[in-house]
């Protein structure tokens, strides 16, 4: 027996349906035995491999001519279902004969004289045909090469994204939210790409869709407006929103324009063929609206950030009559172990739709709020709270057909949380998925769900990624790196570098202390913060507001605890933090981050451990790390509440708010007892001591205030009540109202009672203006 080692080279080409891209470097050489059938990762799942390939011969390897004996199958490539295709053994040396397995089922061929055999592969899957090559004396030696076959490309995605390829196919174009820029790369150079152009936007662009003659459209979420762009040179042109509306995803179909309205659950249709560019229709389609994608069939889906407990949600829209029709990703109810956890898909973002135009993918993270103490009798550990999860659904039958999940297929990915950005290779063989936290991105082999490759530390908080045209390079948006970095993706051979990494803002726009601090605050890669890559502080406050989840924290010494909104508190500006006030400090988070993310923490252990530091109304922590105060610098900045869409159009209250207000105020009522100032709370420490009250809303499960008696609650500001569903610290009230009516019996809470339902809904339309 002896061992070889034997390689094959990736074949390049253009990505049109009569020369369809390349294998992304799932070329192998494999034992003499049957390839692993389709659908396998078949013997090197990660890439392009040198593989040891057994060889058996009676006696010495011989030689024909004097050439050793040495089978080559020829380069891996792609094939469509039900095409005949050859399998070519004639690059092979010191052969006189050649026997193909095909990998099919069917039997191999007896051994002949023809090195070439067709072959029709009727499914799709990655297959992995064994070529076994004889010598005039009968030894004999085997290698494979793999053949990728999929259905023919009918589908060309379109779905919302921080980057894009545009209608050339050379150029991309990136947003950068935080200096309101759209930046153009292009190709420069050989195999090279350099900064082309950096356009001006509206306020926090936060995606861009390119249009098909070569302007681009970005959504600005603070600006409440739609841009469209031209690279070239030409005319900008800008479309004002409703106020508060909070655009995110744009996605472009032909001159039609959708954008989704996330704070008003609504899609609006904008026909940017002249000028101005012109709002169509507003479509009520699902609350906290998100992501947005076209569907093969032409509807609209859109994606729901953030959704209830039991159910994750999206929604599709027909155009023709803008009928909305439900999606659901199940609650996944498994028990945690150190590979899996249960739990509910959160931060639903893109969706993803196969190039085949079968099936979609939702890339996002799973919460597991089902699980804890209290909840389950068993504490929650760094890497059962949250994982990063992949969403599959199927579109059986085409145009019309019901967008269903695949629940089987649920993909967990091992030491990542949040998935923020994915993209399929143009063959939809291959799946690219950006893990936020862990700055990584997970090539997936969709035909078995395996993952078949990694890209590691590609820079801070990855949020897009796009292929070019031919597939070899993924272009990885580092959107706290401040950089577009590009990889050749071609071959996996071995770990992929960046070939080029371009620089997206014209200047920083933050301070390097608030950059710093908000660089760690999306990061789970830096073991000082947590372990195996899972938490970061922006999985539970990406963007810096609440993922609206109730999470089991009777572990720490508390209870259910709804996550708050960062925004407008500007970190202590508004008392202690916490619905307990169980932090005088943000660098307090110093604690989560040991303990809850095992994190080996951004402190020295010599000052962690010195008086009562580590304590959370201990010692202070501040002044003692550059990077945990740059942390809470950050936290400290976000000091502005979003704009509620409740509003009028030029921002003034409603009258149903106005009469809400003057209740508020009312004596009798006794809300500004507690909600009382310009903050509207009275949250402080007096004498040490926090300021606490007891409203009539605490149960067994609200549990401790570290690891004492909860005797009452800080008063949260209602600034920004409208972004925060569900209320209360237990998250138990799904709307104000409830808050009012159901989850106040005693007049605990304010002397509510007496209201009417119209005053009732005067009070809410209130509260849910505060801004």
């Not at 609206?548 to 209870?559: A, L, M, P, V």
């Not at 569903?725 to 138990?732: E, F, I, N, Q, T």
């Amino acid at each position: 027996m002896r061992r070889l080692l034997l390689t094959s080279a990736l074949a390049l080409g253009a990505c049109h349906p009569d020369t369809l891209p390349p294998p992304q470097g799932d070329t192998d050489a494999s034992t003499g035995s049957t390839g692993a059938g389709p659908g396998s990762d078949g013997p090197a799942s990660t890439g392009t491999t040198a593989a040891e390939v057994d060889t058996t011969a009676s006696g010495d390897a011989g030689t024909t001519d004097g050439e050793p004996l040495l089978p080559d199958p020829g380069q891996s490539f792609y094939a469509l279902v039900g095409e005949q295709v050859e399998l070519d053994g004639s690059a092979s040396t010191g052969a006189v004969l050649y026997s193909w397995d095909l990998d099919d089922g069917s039997e191999p061929t007896e051994p002949s004289p023809d090195p070439v055999v067709p072959v029709a592969y009727a499914t799709p899957g990655r297959y992995h045909p064994v070529l076994t090559v004889f010598d005039a004396i009968g030894n004999q030696l085997a290698a494979s090469v793999t053949v990728t076959v999929t259905e023919v490309p009918s589908h060309v995605p379109r779905h919302d994204a921080t980057v894009a390829r545009l209608a050339d196919d050379a150029r991309v174009a990136v947003v950068s939210p935080d200096s309101d820029e759209l930046t153009i790369v292009g190709p420069a150079g050989e195999n090279g790409f350099a900064v082309l152009d950096r356009l001006p936007t509206c306020a926090r662009p936060r995606t861009a869709a390119a249009l098909s003659d070569g302007r681009v459209a970005v959504a600005c979420q603070d600006d409440d407006a739609v841009m469209v762009l031209d690279p070239d040179g030409g005319p900008s042109r800008s479309l004002a929103l409703p106020y508060g509306a909070r655009p995110y995803g744009v996605v472009a179909d032909g001159s039609t324009l959708w954008v989704t309205l996330q704070a008003r659950g609504e899609l609006a249709r904008v026909d940017a063929s002249g000028d101005p560019l012109a709002l169509e229709a507003m479509l009520p389609v699902i609350p906290d609206a998100r992501g947005v994608a076209i569907l093969p069939d032409g509807r609209v889906a859109v994606t729901r950030w953030r959704s209830p407990d039991d159910e994750a949600q999206l929604a599709v829209l027909d155009p023709s009559d803008g009928a909305v029709e439900p999606v659901t990703l199940a609650f996944d109810p498994k028990a945690p172990s150190d590979t899996e956890s249960g739990g509910i898909p959160s931060y639903l973002d893109q969706l993803l739709v196969s190039p085949i135009g079968d099936r979609a993918v939702v890339p996002s993270l799973q919460a597991n709020i089902g699980y804890g103490e209290y909840l389950a009798d068993e504490a929650l550990t760094f890497q059962t709270t949250l994982r990063g999860v992949i969403s599959w659904l199927d579109l059986p039958g085409g145009g019309g057909a019901a967008l269903e999940e695949d629940f089987e297929r649920r993909k967990q990915l091992d030491n990542h949380g949040l998935l923020s950005a994915g993209v399929f290779s143009s063959r939809g063989d291959y799946l690219f998925v950006a893990a936020r936290g862990s700055r990584a991105v997970e090539r997936i082999d969709t035909f078995n769900g395996g993952q078949a490759g990694s890209l590691i530390d590609v820079g801070y908080a990855p949020s897009g990624l796009v292929l070019s045209a031919d597939d070899r390079y993924l272009f990885v948006d580092a959107y706290l790196s401040r950089t577009l970095v590009v990889y050749d993706v071609s071959d996996f051979a071995v770990l992929p570098l960046p070939v080029e990494t371009l620089t997206i803002p014209s200047a920083e726009p933050l301070s390097p202390e608030l950059l710093r601090g908000k660089q760690l605050f999306n990061d789970s890669f830096d073991p000082r913060l947590a372990k195996d890559a899972y938490i970061a502080c922006a999985h539970c406050h990406l963007d810096g507001e609440a993922d609206r989840r109730t999470w089991d924290f009777s572990d720490r010494g508390e209870g259910l605890r709804n996550t708050i909104d960062l925004h407008g508190r500007g970190g202590t500006a508004h008392g202690p933090i916490h619905w307990s006030a169980n932090f005088d400090e943000v660098q307090d988070f110093e604690n989560d981050i040991r303990h809850a993310a095992q994190g080996l923490g951004l402190l020295d252990d010599a000052d962690w451990n010195a008086g009562t530091t580590s304590q959370s109304l201990g010692d202070p922590k501040a002044g003692l790390s550059v990077d945990l105060d740059a942390l809470a610098a950050y936290v400290g900045s976000l000091d502005q509440f979003p704009r509620s869409p409740l509003r009028e159009p030029d921002g003034s209250m409603s009258p149903a708010a106005l009469a809400g207000e003057a209740l508020f105020l009312s004596p009798m009522l006794g809300c500004v007892g507690c909600h009382a100032g310009p903050r509207l709370t009275d949250s402080e420490f007096i004498a040490g001591d926090p300021v606490l009250h007891d409203v009539g809303t605490l149960t067994p499960a609200s549990g401790q205030r570290l690891g004492g008696p909860l005797t009452g609650l800080d008063t949260p500001t209602l600034r920004g009540l409208w972004n925060g569903p569900p209320y209360l610290h237990d998250g138990s009230a799904a709307t104000v109202l409830q808050v009012l009516t159901t989850h106040n019996p005693s007049d605990q809470h304010g002397l509510t009672s007496t209201l009417d339902a119209q005053q009732l809904d005067e009070l809410a339309a209130y509260l849910l203006s505060l801004e």
